[in-house]
């Protein structure tokens, strides 16, 4: 699982080292899988009847407020004056980075375990795969085709809400504990992952046609279908398959061990590397991707060092 995090967290930074435009049509297909594989596997390890919700959220509340006022600190820092004000909005909309929406997904995904695990055991449970398909479609998908801009504050629900995740997180839940077993053989998986890739370049294009900038997201239904996919073969690699210690699984299982760290930190790293003229010449994807990981994972091998046991307050 480890190993996985590694992998679902170097996508992460690609994502978002990725160029922007038409581009990313034809690089994101290949990388959207990064957010739903870490609720995946949340999904996989969470159980109803060891459900200890106040634990979880503080794992991650702490480091999502310290890194809030961090990034609220970059943004501002030429005019501190406003640095109090603008924490606050920042912490309560999940706005002071690109990541920071997913504290309040993974929140809100652990504290319905309870609902989660009586619906994975009602005779309804297959209908709770349609609501992530139907939140894109109405909330996403309508008002794009439609040209109308949502409400502001709707819009800070929409990307903070976890019903567009939920899929992932009920599909781990489910797997992990024994609830469902997909029998498809994973050649046909494979075929599968690469049909849904195709699919995510047209609808991607399709967005870019009807002017949406963020054409490669991760919240198209083809991006689902190819998360859902991964999911399943990163359970069956999960399950079936006995991993060699090397130099290189040691080095993945090592990222995925500072994944969450690397997430909170990996876009500070890259807000300074702005700042740094020669770095223009290798600001190039994927070499920049590469960069920010290798430098992201030095910052948090040194911020072990200076903070030692505290360093968990920042996650890493």
Known sequence: MQLLRGVAIIAVILIHNAPGGLPQVFIRPFINFSVGLFLFLSGMLSNADWWHPTKRIMKIIVPYVLWTLIYTAMRTIKILGQLPIQFIKSLITASSAAVMYYVFVYCQLTLL?????????SRYKYFCFLISPLEIIIMRLFPLMNGYEINPYISIIIRVSCLSWLIYFYLGYLMGNGMLEIKTSTKKLFVALIVTIVLQMLEGYWYWSMGDPNCGTQLKLSSLFTGTVFAILAFRFIENYEVQK???TNIMKYIGDISFGIYFSHLAVMMVFRHIPFYLSVDVFPLNGIITLIVSTV?????????????KYLAL
């Open 113 to 121: 375990v309870p609902v989660i695990d009586k619906m994975s055991k």
């Open 246 to 248: 090397n130099k290189t």
């Open 299 to 311: 910052c948090i091998i040194i911020g072990r060092k200076i903070f030692g046991k505290y360093s």
